[in-house]
Nanobody, 132 residues
Framework: EVQLVESGGGLVQPGGSLRLSCAAS????????MYWVRRAPGKGLEWVST??????????YYADSVKGRFTISRDNAKNTVFLQMNSLKPEDTALYYC???????????????????????WGQGTQVTVSS
């Protein structure tokens, strides 16, 4: 059974940092692209970041809204994907999800789409609140 368990969320002041983790199990983690997606209160899903596999250089991609502030990484030995979030803003407040790659997700050089919580493997989410 595939499991994705996010952790690391919390309440942080603007300008602060958090590091999210997603522990994966039940599949060959190293062979899958992994994503972070978020949902802000009252808004739709927003793709945040992607990391490819070692076979494709563990290339990373970011939404413009987080580029330069967030860093995605993975530790294949620990089956874990991370999201380091710096210079946090109130608009980063959201429930953050870890998502395993699936056939409905497509990416070009600058954007990924096709995320559907009712399809594929998602974690339960971890809440990030940025507020003074």
């Amino acid at each position: 059974e595939v499991q994705l368990v996010e952790s690391g969320g919390g309440l942080v002041q603007p300008g602060g940092s958090l590091r999210l983790s997603c522990a994966a199990s039940g599949f060959r983690f190293s062979t899958y692209w992994m994503y972070w997606v978020r949902r802000a209160p009252g808004k739709g899903l927003e793709w945040v970041s992607t990391i490819t596999t070692a076979k494709t250089g563990e290339t990373t991609y970011y939404a413009d809204s987080v580029k330069g502030r967030f860093t995605i990484s993975r530790d294949n030995a620990k089956n874990t994907v991370f999201l380091q979030m710096n210079s946090l803003k109130p608009e980063d407040t959201a429930l953050y999800y870890c998502v395993r790659d699936n056939p409905r997700i497509s990416c070009n050089s600058s954007y990924c789409s096709g995320f559907d919580p009712d399809f594929g493997d998602w974690g339960q989410g971890t809440q990030v609140t940025v507020s003074s």
